[in-house]
């Protein structure tokens, strides 16, 4: 692996990933959304249950991995090969944790009827889209506290730098 994609490798599996970066499972209100039938819903409950604690599992493994990987940054120590091993294990629990998700998706899908597995994707889209916008409100929330920021440096310049020019000034 060259030193480019070990660094690309590094920063995708690095980046903190929060609740919203995952799709929310199929809880009791989409289910009566999508108008299931009381077994339906069971053998939906029976997979979401499965999967549960494998999820929960997989998601504290990956945390923790990615805790080691920024660990593995800070230390001045740090070799190639351990970077190497630490990043292809965090790469390792994010894979299955997807693979997992994919899975429960496809197998609650199998149960759907092509109807309610429209209206699942609808639903779906319509979260996506919702995230997107909260996303922009926080970016752009960001680049406003950034500006100020700036500004607040700018500020804090140019005072030093009228403090120095009045020290110059009474010193000739």
Known sequence: MSLK???VTLCLVATPMHADDFP???GPEIIKKLGLDEETA???????????????S???AAHSSRQAVHELLWDRNTTESQVRTAVQQSA????ELMVLMI???NDIDALLTPEQREKALEMAENRKAKMGERRKEMQAKMAEKRKGWQEGKEGKKAK???K???KKADQE
């Open 24 to 26: 929310k499972p199929m």
């Open 103 to 105: 899975k429960t998706r």
């Open 42 to 56: 069971g053998k939906v409950k029976e997979i979401l249950q499965a999967s549960k604690d494998k999820t929960q």
């Open 5 to 7: 994609k070990l660094l």
């Open 92 to 95: 390792k629990h994010h894979e």
């Open 160 to 162: 030093w730098a009228e």
């Open 58 to 60: 997989l998601r504290e």
């Open 164 to 166: 120095r020019a009045g």
